[in-house]
Every structure is written in structure tokens, then in C-alpha cells.
């Protein structure tokens, strides 16, 4: 009698061990895939229309290596902060650590480089923010919010300076010779040229680093989420891939 009422026990108790064992796993699977906070279309770095760019490749293969699959939440640069801090995503690129939002910061993964471009028929030397003052200067839209003071100065004693909120136009004027200089990030005036079919973008070019780097990272809300980022990060920097993405957007 006890066997007839022990072997059913043990069955079930078998079945609803099996049952909690499975759905475990698919918890813990569930878990492996993270919403990161992405800024608007900012190509080649990020680009909503692809679900792709040269960041987005880079921090979901260095999470993909540890087993993590990435869905991006493509929102204005305004609310990226936000999203982080009440905690709607588990992280969010593009960011530094003094924004002051206390979740665990990975390692440095982009920098981003500013410079001017001139033409290299016209001879230029740019070695300084001042040498920019008597030149036809297009920068990127509130470049003088973000570029210093030093930046702002010389773009309100220059008549001769301007903004424009699209960027490919820049590569326009300054191909047609139609303006001195422009200024706006390295990788996102190499990947417009790369991409611009309006112009001639053969002719050879000054590319002037007159402005500090700008060195970002990810945002995590899990720290082991951020330990297993940067270990993937290393990954792809010392196989070689991470130069391989980069090459992707912004190569000849």
C-alpha cells in the first residue's frame, strides 16, 4: 500500500522538481536580454533606421560574447538620462560618469574627437581655436555650447561663422569650396563622406584635433551586467574586432 502511494508522490514530486528546473532556465534566459537607452539617430554611431551603428555593433557584440542580446530604445538625447534613472531600461549609451545618475559606468568604449576640415588645396594651418577667427567657419548646431569657451569666443567675434542642424551639408560646402572649415566630430564627418554622392569627396583634406577628446561609456544598472560588458569590450579590442566595426562605418 505505501508503495502504491509513495511511487505517485515521488512521480509528481519528479514532474514539479522538472517543472521548476525549467522554469529557471527560461528566467535566467529571459534575463540575458537587456533594453539599453539609445539617443536618436546620431550616425555612424547610432542609426534607428537600421537598429545598428558603430557603437550599437560594439556594445552588443562585447555583451554577446557573454551571452547577452541587446534590444536598443531608440529616444531623444533628453530623455536618455531619465530613463536611466528611474530605472525603465537596464542601461544607456552614450554617457560619462560625471552626468552625476550613481548606477556602474564601464570602460571607456568611444571617444569622440572634434576637429576642423579644410580643404588641403588651400593650405591652412589650424593648430589652435584662434587661427579659426578670420575663416568661413559651418559648425555643427550649439557647437558653442559644447565646444568651450575659448570656441564660443572666437565664434562671436567672427562674422564669418555659422551653424546648421544638418550635418551632411557641411560636407556639401566645404567639398564645393564654398566655406573655409567646418567642425564637427571626426567619425561622423569621415562615415558622411563615406556616404555623400552629392559632391566630389576625393580631394584630399586637413583633419585639425584642435579640441579635447571626449572619452564615453555604458551605464549599467547590474553591476556583474557592467563587469561582463568590459570583459567583452576587451575582447573585441584584442581580437581585433572592435577595429573591425569601427573600419565598417567610417573606412575608405
Known sequence: MFMKIARPIM?????????????????????????LAVGL?????????????????????????KGYTVKAKFVPFARVK?????????GALTITPDCGIVVFYSDKHIVCQNVAVTL????????????LRDKSVVAFQDATTYLGEAFAEMAKENPQYREIADQSLQINLLYRDRIDAIVLDKNIFQYLRKHNDRVDTSQPV???????????????IDKQVRDDFNE?????????????????????
Open 120 to 131: 588641403n588645396k588651400n593650405q591652412f594651418d589650424i593648430q589652435d581655436i584662434s587661427d
Open 11 to 35: 512521480v509528481a514530486v519528479g514532474i514539479f522538481g522538472f517543472g521548476c528546473g525549467f522554469l529557471l532556465s527560461v528566467c535566467q534566459a529571459g534575463d540575458r536580454e537587456l533594453t
Open 41 to 65: 539617430a546620431l550616425p555612424p554611431y547610432n542609426i534607428q533606421e537600421t537598429d545598428s551603428g558603430m557603437e550599437l555593433d560594439i556594445v552588443r557584440e562585447a555583451l554577446g560574447l
Open 206 to 220: 586637413d583633419v585639425w584635433p584642435i579640441f579635447d577628446p571626449s572619452p564615453f561609456r555604458v551605464a549599467f
Open 82 to 90: 531619465r530613463e536611466l534613472i528611474h530605472k525603465k531600461v537596464d
Open 232 to 252: 567583452g569590450l576587451k575582447q573585441l579590442r584584442k581580437t581585433g574586432r572592435y577595429d573591425e566595426i569601427v573600419s565598417k562605418y567610417v573606412g575608405k
